[in-house]
């Protein structure tokens, strides 16, 4: 009965507010009319349109591929990268100084302001959307490593010390995963981050991807498929939050009271 | 005797180990020498590798060559039509205004939903089903709308910022202590005076986590927007870098959309400081 309940209000919640705002809009709809607010049945006749044929040569499905293909690519070379080097900058105290002032130059300048360079230095190919997908979760990916190793209870490194851990020991068996809740926040934000950041580069240019699409519903005056495509690209943003929270998880336990 | 002689001798020595860094939360001066020279050898690589010729001067040039066309850009509007500060000016009235505005419906909205029930039941759903989809992927449909001018960029500015603002003020609110809302009441407070006078100020912190988040996404969306659509400011003037293949006026455009960023959550910090510091708010 208990699981039931909880099945219930889980699955009801998402259910009615997905209710509300589609009656919503469709009150904003007759009141505003006209092309400019499609009603959702207009949306959901351009989505049953849209996944039947081919746009730009690709499928729909083809083009969510690209954009995730992109992401993926670059948010795992982003971790690969980033983690290490913002965790050693946590750890040893010259390696930080010498690295954070040319970091620090190039933290504030947002991602997407790299699009123009990036398409400079890497063409016009998969080369500039994977690099600024990379930067973005790149940069957060350091920062929070960073953050969380540079905060580590000093408490528990003097513990581990006066036990007579080895400097390696008290990097890998407390400061690590001491530094883990902060590096999982990171992990959530720097995917969001990439996101946002694939369909910025698409927006500026791409044949391909989920921004492609919503960009040749502006060039086509077609309010619908852009509306389309936006709801694809919460309804997979979404999804990869989920899944990540999933993840974190299975990898800390220790915060399932928090999440 | 012997015996515990020896046995102590063979005990692991352990070594004498430098101060872990997390033991350090000071810097010292020698700290600061190993940075400066460390950013210097990072200008002079980078000189040399531009002057050496192994990266072409159409993807990057040496840092001598973009302190000239700083120099240059400040006066001179060629070639993308305003000088450096005009692209700035244009982009910080335009950021802010959007922020500005975000602030001013957002954290009010994001309090009165953490607060009152039935407001919180009516638009915590729309928010949610809003919110995955990041702001950038309304640029379409608001040049749509809006047309590609002012409109349509302050509008997708306030929306990236309106997000974050409405998340922290509403998660401030609910996180007030509830033992200090029954003090209130206690003594009599009404259900307003109990909102302003006790959730208000404990929400702080987290208003100002909020407006920093808000400060930080209207800046990267005002760079997506005008590197879209757009005939000034400092987006618009890293867009026109690349089509002109002129990586000096690229990297300088980007340089002043960092600092310009920096400087304003700087300045947000500090008015976090004076009023909003967790010595000021004790609740």
């Known amino acids: 009965m208990k699981i039931v309940r909880a099945l219930k209000s889980k699955l009801l919640l998402p259910v009615m507010s997905v209710g509300i705002c589609i009656a919503i809009w469709q009150v904003l709809h007759l009141i505003i009319g006209g092309e400019f607010l499609p009603s959702p049945y207009q949306v959901y006749r351009e989505a049953v349109r849209m996944f039947s044929v081919k746009i730009g040569g690709n499928t729909v499905w083809m083009h969510v591929y690209y954009s995730l293909r992109r992401v993926v690519i670059a948010y795992l070379l982003g971790a690969a990268t980033g983690l290490p080097l913002g965790m050693y900058m946590g750890w040893n105290r010259t390696f930080d100084k010498v690295v954070k002032p040319v970091f620090e130059v190039l933290r504030p300048i947002p991602p997407i302001a790299w699009i123009p360079i990036a398409i400079l230095w890497l063409g016009i190919g998969e080369g500039p959307k994977i690099f600024i997908c990379y930067v973005g979760a790149f940069v957060i990916f350091v920062l929070n490593a960073y953050t969380g190793m540079r905060y580590t209870d000093p408490l528990l490194i003097a513990a581990a010390r006066t036990y007579g851990a080895s400097r390696r020991q008290q990097l890998f068996n407390v400061a690590i995963p001491a530094s883990m809740p902060s590096v999982f926040a990171g992990v959530q934000n720097a995917l969001s981050m990439s996101w946002m950041c694939v369909l910025a580069a698409e927006l500026v240019g791409a044949r391909e991807g989920v921004g492609y699409l919503i960009i040749q519903g502006m060039d086509m005056y077609k309010p619908p498929m852009i509306m389309v495509g936006m709801i694809i690209i919460g309804i997979i943003g979404a999804s990869l939050a989920a899944i990540l929270r999933r993840f974190e998880r299975v990898v800390c336990p220790w915060r399932r009271d928090l999440t | ?283």
Request: glycine fraction near 8%; hydrophobic fraction near 55%; charge should be positive.
């Open chain 2, 1 to 283: 005797m012997d015996a515990i002689e020896a046995a102590a001798c063979k005990l692991p020595l352990v070594p004498r180990q430098p101060t872990p860094y997390a033991l350090k939360l000071k810097a010292s001066a020698r700290d600061n020498y190993i940075s400066i020279v460390s950013f210097a050898a990072f200008l002079v690589a980078w000189e040399l590798v531009c002057r050496l010729g192994i990266i072409g001067a159409y993807q990057l040039v040496p840092p001598s060559q973009l302190v000239t066309t700083f120099i240059m850009k400040l006066t001179n509007a060629n070639p993308d039509g305003g000088t450096l500060l005009e692209h700035t000016e244009t982009s910080l009235v335009l950021a802010l205004t959007g922020f500005g505005a975000a602030v001013l419906v957002g954290v009010p909205l994001g309090l009165f939903m953490g607060w009152y029930k039935p407001l919180d039941i009516m638009v915590t759903p729309i928010f949610d089903a809003v919110r995955p989809i990041p702001p950038i992927a309304w640029i379409p449909l608001a040049i749509i709308w809006l047309g590609i001018g002012l409109p349509a960029k302050a509008f997708i500015i306030w929306l990236a910022a309106f997000v974050p603002c409405v998340i922290n003020s509403y998660t401030g609110i609910k996180l007030t202590n509830p033992v200090l809302i029954r003090v209130a009441q206690i003594y009599g407070a009404s259900n307003w005076e109990t909102f302003y006078k006790i959730g208000v100020p404990s929400a702080i912190p987290m208003v100002f986590t909020g407006l920093k988040l808000s400060l930080n996404a209207s800046w990267t969306t005002l760079v997506a927007a005008e590197l879209l659509a757009a005939s000034q400011g400092l987006g618009y003037l890293i867009q026109m870098g690349r089509r002109l293949a002129k990586p000096d006026i690229i990297i300088v455009g980007m340089l002043t959309i960092g600092f310009t960023g920096a400087l304003m959550s700087w300045g947000l910090n500090r008015i976090e400081a004076r009023f909003a510091s967790s010595k000021r708010v004790r609740l």
